[in-house]
C-alpha cells in the first residue's frame, strides 16, 4: 500500500531565505508522486510532479523537489521566499495497482508562514 | 476557460437537513472525485467516478451520495445520516482514473457549515 508523510505540519521562514518542506513516501511500487499547493479557502494546484522521469523535478513558482529513492523522500525546495508563497502544501502520490488506481494518497499537509 | 466549478462558495443548513453540493467540469475528464478537508487531515476521498453512470466509495463514503449522469456533472449529497458534515468540500477532476500520471485539478471548493 501507498502511503504519503509530511514531516513538519507548520514551517515558518523569513523572506528571502530558503524554503524546505519534507515528504517522505511509502510504495512497493515505483511511484508517482505530486506537491499542491492551497491558498487559504481556494482549490488545490498542481506545482509538480514526478513521473519516473528525471528525478529533479522543476515546478511552477520558482518551486523544485528532488525524488530520493533510497531515502524514500520527494521534499519540496525554493531559494528564496516570497510573502506570496504563504500557504499550505501537500505532498501527494499516485495509487498505483486494483481497483483504485489512479486515486491519490494525500498527506496531512505543511502550513508555510512568511515572515517580512 | 476550461476548469472546474462549484457551486455555492459557502452554505449553511440546519442539523437534519440533507444538501446537494454541484460540481461541473468543461475539461471533458472522464473521471470525478469529491474530497472532504478538516484541519489538519488533510484530504480524505468520499467518493470518486471513473465514467459515466459509475461511481466508487472512497475512504469515508458514510452519509454521502452522488450521481453521475453526465460526463460532466457530479454533485454531491450530503445526507442527515452524516454525523459531522461542516467541512470543506473539494471535487476534482482528471484525464482518465487509472493512469497515476494524470494529475487531478480542483475546483475552488464549497465550505458546508451545518447549525
Known amino acids: 500500500a501507498q502511503s504519503v508523510t509530511q514531516l513538519d505540519s507548520h514551517v515558518s521562514v523569513s523572506e528571502g531565505t530558503p524554503v524546505l518542506l519534507r515528504c517522505n513516501y511509502s510504495s512497493s511500487y515505483s511511484p508517482s508522486l505530486f506537491w499542491y499547493v492551497q491558498h487559504p479557502n481556494k482549490g488545490l494546484q498542481l506545482l509538480l510532479k514526478?513521473?519516473?522521469?528525471?528525478?529533479l523535478v522543476k515546478g511552477i513558482n520558482g518551486f523544485e523537489a528532488e525524488f530520493k529513492k533510497s531515502e524514500t523522500s520527494f521534499h519540496l525546495t525554493k531559494p528564496s521566499a516570497h510573502m506570496s508563497d504563504a500557504a499550505e502544501y501537500f505532498c501527494?502520490?499516485?495509487?498505483?495497482?486494483?481497483?483504485?488506481?489512479?486515486?491519490?494518497?494525500f498527506g496531512k499537509g505543511t502550513k508555510l508562514s512568511v515572515k517580512p | 476557460d476550461g476548469g472546474i466549478t462549484q457551486s455555492p462558495k459557502y452554505l449553511f443548513r440546519k442539523e437534519g437537513q440533507n444538501v446537494t453540493l454541484s460540481c461541473e467540469q468543461n475539461?471533458?475528464?472522464?473521471?470525478m472525485y469529491w474530497y472532504r478537508q478538516d484541519p489538519g487531515q488533510g484530504l480524505r476521498l468520499i467518493y470518486y467516478?471513473?465514467?459515466?453512470?459509475?461511481?466508487q466509495k472512497g475512504d469515508i463514503a458514510e452519509g454521502y451520495s452522488v450521481s453521475r449522469e453526465k460526463k460532466e456533472s457530479f454533485p454531491l449529497t450530503v445526507t442527515s445520516a452524516q454525523k459531522n458534515p461542516t467541512a470543506f468540500y473539494l471535487c476534482?477532476?482528471?484525464?482518465?482514473?487509472?493512469?497515476?500520471?494524470?494529475?487531478?485539478?480542483f475546483g475552488p471548493g464549497t465550505r458546508l457549515t451545518v447549525l
Open positions: 514526478y513521473t519516473s522521469a528525471a528525478t
Open positions: 476534482a477532476s482528471s484525464i482518465e482514473a487509472s493512469g497515476g500520471y494524470n494529475e487531478q485539478f
Open positions: 501527494v502520490v499516485s495509487v498505483q495497482y486494483g481497483g483504485s488506481q489512479g486515486n491519490l494518497i
Open positions: 475539461l471533458n475528464h472522464d473521471a
Open positions: 467516478s471513473q465514467i459515466v453512470n459509475d461511481f
